[in-house]
DNA sequence: GAAGATGGCTAAAACGATTTAGTTATCTTT
DNA sequence: AAAGATAACTAAATCGTTTTAGCCATCTTC
């Protein structure tokens, strides 16, 4: 059984192919066509089932209403949420979502945008990898929006993008811990070769020199990217019987970087938060329900969704046209959210 | 600046649209198209960065090299990873994933079926809801291959389908309480109305009959669909107060209702293992990090992933030609994970 | 040196839609 | 009754590919 075409109906309808486009696409009374042949055509489209073959339809009108979106890891609680609504969204403003993972690879990623490219999609939404400016610039060349999200380029300004403001929401999780009274503050994070974790790293030193507080370089801890499970595990452990064993605090710069201290501390048997408080950069099922349950700072997921969704959705309308939108980072206010590890 | 065709390739090198595709599609050899000729072709694309375009390749060729996944649920951590595993698979058989939730809206997942069918993807993964068979089958009727995941039709053995032994897992399970002394055994699970389901909920009965022990309907509680989050803890924490207060352990029965226990015990005060054992189908970061660890039966999420994807590309591999593969479900083993909470 | 083979390309149809520019018949208007 | 307007359609070009059939030299072969 093949698929049914525009001209199947035409044949069997007994009318030519540019009538049954214009029934099929609301365009039958601008084109006169009469009520009589309107319902004749309605009527064969709907007994053979016919839906129309979007590729082509894609091909001669340009637009395919489908966005790409790229994520980081789609099975990563943060960007599955994200994910989600954006799906949602989508959907509400009549677009199709295609997503797919980088794994933080800036190959794997120029290959996704590439893929996406040529499979025409009308916009994108991007967690960018490091040195991908020049590539979106090439995407906003060829006069497909882009909108960044999580991450941002500050020097490129043209690039709009939303996220949460980290480093206000990492200044403000310091505060909340010098103000219970906390004086080594460890910080475990990730390479901050990106300017959202620069941005949270900055908000740290930032905040300890604010209140005259010591910056020791050996209480802040990396974790290499690319660490399999274990071998990051082993890192924070390293950290927690090493350079940070005397902290009384501990923040933890992203949401996987909290579920290993959680992890590596209930290995080596430290008390939450009787050794040391815990605080986390983004929230996860995890954190709400262990024992103790574990503070955070909570990115508005659903909002940066939201406000991506409608950045890109402006920009899809107003191609080529008057003046773009103005395009300074969108910065979402992060929410402290205190639990019992502090 | 527009994107680059193939006749602007052909324009510039001087030849034809056709010896340019066959250049670029490595027929050059074959349809002996001169040395000097291809290089010349293969220089002018590289320079003018030429894409082809997709739509139109699909459209001539009638296949997109891109399978469509339909999940319950994509934020979900069981079908996240499931989706990254496909994806992953997927690129190795060079085609290209498309996926989409259902959220386990029968409406919704044929609505999504017709959106991918009309976007031509080659082929189908599916988790299916109730009483999608019959869409299903027109799929198949189209020469489109179709593989369910996780859940299946017994009664279309013509549907092929990979998943977890259910009602093996449950089994499992159950003789491991069993084994372990357990006398009263609750259960928590969602309606029964698929048969994945229904094996599970059968294995319950099934083992305890073989013990001779007794089969009380009150032990066993079911969740409805649909339930926001605070309705669904709701639920479970009458459970646990009420007809399976007494219960000396409990089983739930998905991933997702293993969380709502969880977060029920913690709020009622209830002690794992102490006052109730735990153990639920279906793995999760939360229960390996829980204190206590909570014990699970573990679905090989990759090996559905990896078996699904193999079944797939056989079947469009085969199209239209000879037999088709035997279709009985696979079924694949669980794993029962004891950890400290039983 | 005519017939056939081979080498090296190209023309044009096709995929399934959308859309512009007609066409034909009927109806007004003067 | 001729000219213009309108109503109700349709033909054909187009989007960017792939692919079949064919064209024209040149080279073999007898």
Redo the contacts between chains.
Sequence with gaps: ???VSISDIARKAGVSVSTVSFVMNDKAVKMRISREVIEKVENVAREMGY??????R??RTGK?KTIGLIVE?????FF??M??TI?DEAKKYDY??????TDNDETKARELI??L????VDGYIITPTLNLAEEIRRLQ???KPVVLIDRYFPEHEEIPSVLVDNYAGVAEGMEFLIAKGYQRIGLVTIEADMAHMHDRLQAYYDTLRKHDMPQDRRLVRQVPYGYVHIAALEEVEDFLTGDGKDCDALFFLTNYLG?LG??AA?KLNIQIPGDKAFLCFDDN??F????PTISVIKQPICEIGQQAMAALIERLRHTGTEAPPENTPIKLAAQLVPRESI
Tied chains: 1, 2.
């Design positions: 059984m093949k698929k839906r129309p073959n979007q590729l082509a894609g091909l395919t890891n789609i099975s990563n609680a599955a949420a994910a989600k799906e199709k979502v295609v997503y797919c993972s590439s893929m490219s040529q499979r025409q060349a060829e006069n579920v959680i992890e209930k099922d995890i709400r329900l262990y024992t």
